[in-house]
């Protein structure tokens, strides 16, 4: 004993060895860890190579997740980032017009205070008036999305096309101007009404814009309908026709 205490002798296993009083962990026992998932290379690697695999499980799934919550919401917010686009570009060209008088109404008489009044009873009577329209054509240009009337308007007076070649003409001058995404004055419609109209693009008859129209009436009639009943521009026809009936 004296001998190894002059000479600084130490058993080996001693040698550099960490005092570890705690639970020996499952990798150093042979036994795969909780929740599985190790291979028998892995787990015979030590704990080093436990630590590698968990790293590399734990660095692929928050990518897997944050790739996936990105695809999921890529579409929708393009859609929307395109909607209000369209809608600044649609005011910056009403802007530059600075609102003038709208050009091209159609010819009507001075509608009676029973027509006003009808026109709040639904939306087919209101679009049946040309007097009508042209209101409510005023009230879609406040609200930069004049170009509504306009195409469900040019495609009416496609309709009484009989000529062959003004057709044509006619559907291709609608295409460009409501339906080509570089138009300032494109329409909004889903990707199947545009996949039908490119398809009919290549022979053209009256009905080419058929699907789209109604799209278009619809969503005249759904979102902007209801705000123009309420809108001053209304209101003011609706008083001011009621007191002319009352006065006479």
Not at 24 to 37: D, H, Q
Not at 194 to 222: C, G, W
Request: proline letters at 5%.
């Amino acid at each position: 004993m004296c001998l190894r205490k002059s000479s600084g002798y130490r058993p080996p296993d001693l040698i550099n060895a960490k005092i570890y009083t705690g639970p020996i962990p499952a990798e150093r026992a042979g036994e795969p860890a909780m929740g599985g998932g190790r291979s028998e290379t892995s787990a015979l690697s030590g704990t080093g190579g436990g630590r590698g695999a968990t790293t590399t499980q734990n660095s692929q799934r928050p990518n897997a997740c944050c790739f996936c919550w990105c695809c999921c919401c890529s579409c929708s917010c393009l859609a929307v980032r395109n909607e209000e686009e369209r809608r600044r570009r649609r005011k910056r060209i009403s802007q530059d017009t600075k609102m003038e008088t709208i050009p091209n109404c159609e010819a009507c008489a001075r509608p009676s205070a029973e027509e006003i009044r009808l026109w709040s009873q639904s939306f087919d009577k209101l679009m049946r008036n040309p007097a009508g329209r042209n209101v409510f054509r005023e009230f879609l240009r406040t609200e930069y999305s004049e170009e509504n009337m306009l195409f469900w308007l040019a495609c009416e007076d496609l309709k009484k096309e009989i000529n062959k070649s003004a057709v044509e003409e006619k559907a291709h001058s609608i295409y460009e101007d409501y339906i080509s995404i570089l138009s300032p004055k494109e329409v909004s419609l889903d990707a199947r009404v545009r996949e039908v109209i490119n398809r009919k693009m290549a022979d053209p008859s009256t009905l080419s814009f058929e699907d789209a129209q109604l799209q278009i009436y619809t969503l005249m009639h759904r979102d902007s309908y209801p705000r123009f009943l309420s809108s001053s521009i209304y209101k003011s026809l609706l008083h001011g026709g009621s007191r002319t009936s009352s006065e006479s």
